[in-house]
């Protein structure tokens, strides 16, 4: 099976603007989750989607945002774009059981 | 919600010697506790993961223990080698799927020939 992808890759944004990232899961898994990573700090959850429903949401203000649509394809998005938005962000699907497979990442860089 | 904590932050071991990254957990209810394994640039890998009905588990030189009384878990590698060098995250959650996988901040393993 072909492994999750995320597009785009990479990314450079002025602080202000918005920006979707999306990413699409193994084919038959229906959980995407969404994480932040930076320097230092790990990987830091932002939500999962499962069948097109919010399961869980990490502790990120209302800025960032998501959504899953039938195909399981998930989309996230950041809006009013700050300089501590610059991360690496990466997706990961999961068929259930806890087990789960990252993409490779959005490189995001705010100016 | 869930805690991770995760030691040491930085590890250097000379080629062939064993590696331990020990890892602690707030929440009682977690049952399954996988590692990844991330080279510098590439995305995070699944290397292994034990469910908490299992003490330990093995495959080839990696081995994972887990006590859930004291709620600690620790990856354990054998005979290291140059390409084990890359940073190393433990995570917990609840397979139920009503709760996040909550990870640790990592390790950064090197290894030293």
């Known amino acids: 099976k072909a492994g999750v992808t995320q597009t785009p890759r990479y990314l450079i944004k002025t602080r202000g603007q918005q920006v979707t990232l999306s990413c699409s899961p193994i084919?038959?898994?229906?959980?995407v989750s969404w994480y932040q990573q930076t320097p230092g700090q790990g990987l830091q959850f932002l939500f999962e989607?499962?069948?097109?429903?919010?399961?869980n949401k990490g502790n990120f203000p209302g800025r960032f945002s998501g959504r899953q649509f039938s195909n399981s394809r998930s989309e996230m998005n950041v809006s009013t774009l700050e300089l501590g938005d610059s991360a690496l962000y990466l997706c990961?699907?999961?068929?259930?059981?806890?087990?789960?497979?990252f993409g490779p990442g959005t490189r995001l860089t705010v100016t | 919600g869930e805690n991770v904590e995760q030691h040491p932050s930085t590890l250097s071991v000379q080629e062939g010697d064993s590696a331990v990254i020990k890892c602690t957990y707030s929440?009682?209810?977690?049952?399954?506790f996988p590692w990844y394994k991330q080279e510098l640039g590439k995305r995070p890998q699944l290397i292994i993961d034990?469910?908490?009905?299992?003490g330990e588990k093995k495959d080839q030189r990696i081995a994972v223990t887990l006590n859930k009384t004291a709620k600690h878990f620790s990856l354990h590698i054998t005979e290291t080698q140059p390409e084990d060098s890359a940073v190393y995250f433990c995570?917990?959650?609840?397979?139920?799927?009503?709760?996040?996988?909550?990870f640790g901040k990592g390790t950064r393993l090197s290894v030293i020939a």
């Open positions: 995570a917990a959650s609840s397979d139920s799927g009503n709760t996040p996988l909550v």
């Open positions: 084919s038959g898994h229906r959980s």
């Open positions: 990961a699907s999961s068929a259930g059981q806890g087990k789960q497979y």
């Open positions: 989607y499962f069948s097109e429903t919010q399961r």
């Open positions: 929440d009682s209810a977690s049952n399954y």
């Open positions: 034990i469910r908490s009905n299992v």
